[in-house]
């Protein structure tokens, strides 16, 4: 049964620091891509960061920079460093699992709670 924990959000003022973490359990951690995801009101949910089983990486553009994801397999956890941020950057975050094997990846429909992160001006 897979299980999805965001944790570490928080409301944080405009060049401040918060680092996500998520807790993975019920699937094999470090056999799949994973990656952090937002929703911001009247938004799609987008993806902000990714994470191979091998430990290659993608941002988006408007994180590259500021953003680092990172991975522990051996205990299953995903962390999102999120470093001078921005009022743009409020949204609640998710953690996912992604399948590679389709055109373009998707996420898997598993889906914690989120962290909510707001940041004021």
């Known amino acids: 049964q897979v299980q999805l924990v965001e944790s570490g959000g928080g409301r944080v003022q405009a060049g401040d620091s918060l680092r996500l973490s998520c807790a993975a359990s019920?699937?094999?951690?470090?056999?799949?891509?994973m990656g952090w995801y937002r929703q911001a009101p009247g938004t799609e949910r987008d993806l902000v960061a990714a994470?191979?089983?091998?430990?290659?990486?993608y941002y988006k553009a408007y994180v590259k920079g500021r953003f680092t994801i990172s991975r522990d397999n051996v205990q299953g956890t995903l962390s999102l460093q999120m470093n001078s941020l921005k009022p743009e950057d409020t949204a609640m975050y998710y953690c996912?699992?992604?399948?590679?094997?389709?055109?373009?990846?998707?996420?898997?429909?598993?889906w914690g709670q989120g962290t909510q992160v707001t940041v004021s001006s």
């Open positions: 994470i191979s089983s091998g430990g290659s990486i």
């Open positions: 019920g699937f094999t951690f470090r056999d799949y891509p």
């Open positions: 996912a699992l992604i399948n590679q094997d389709v055109d373009p990846p998707r996420p898997y429909p598993y």
